[in-house]
């Protein structure tokens, strides 16, 4: 489904980010919100060659992996007005194009417990992705994004933004899976400058 078909009609458009979006949205916004959606965990299982790799070095960035006991920190932004039509443009290629991205609508609970949730849209690629990589250990993982570039920069840099978000906004939420990839990639980092 496009995410034109989704929001036909509305005034304004709650949009989920997990990934770069939370630091890097790059699209004008009302205003945003730090909150969790459920039933889904972040993973490192998606393959990128044009932000953060290349075809010969893809990188690795997030997607999300149906998992009914598990909940996925991040940021919503709610645009409205001209901005929904904007917004979706620019995401259209970011995510969609470049990204291989598929639109969900999911509910989207506000941190804070006095908050209804709210319907979100949120991009997420599948396995049937040909940039979908899959499973892999987090030292797999980590030596994979320490080694890759793409045209908006290290890597590394994502995994280090993502990770600084938690623990920035998120203090109280333990993510296995990211932690344990940023201290394999850093060990991967580490060793590469002390062998120079």
Not at 10 to 35: E, M, N, T
């Amino acid at each position: 489904m496009k995410p034109q078909d989704i929001i036909a009609g509305k005034a304004s458009l709650w949009i989920f980010g997990y990934g770069s979006l939370v630091w890097k949205p790059d699209f004008k916004y009302r205003r945003s919100q730090v909150g969790y959606i459920q039933g889904y965990k972040r993973r490192f299982w998606h393959g990128d060659n044009f932000h953060r790799g290349n075809d010969e070095l893809p990188g690795r960035v997030v997607t999300l992996i149906e998992d009914d006991d598990e909940s996925t920190w991040g940021v919503a932004f709610e645009v409205t007005g001209s901005e929904v039509e904007e917004s979706l443009k620019y995401l259209n290629v970011r995510e969609t194009v470049c990204g291989g991205y598929v639109t969900k609508m999911v509910d989207f609970f506000p941190e804070g417990e006095k908050q209804p949730p709210v319907q979100a849209l949120v991009y997420i690629a599948t396995s049937e992705n040909a940039l979908y990589l899959g499973p892999a250990s987090p030292e797999m993982i980590g030596v994979q994004i320490a080694v890759c570039r793409g045209k908006t920069g290290p890597n590394m840099e994502y995994l280090l933004r993502l990770a600084e978000f938690m623990r920035s906004s998120c203090p109280h939420v333990e993510d296995h899976h990211l932690f344990s990839i940023e201290a394999a990639a850093l060990t991967v980092v580490s060793y590469l400058l002390t062998a120079q």
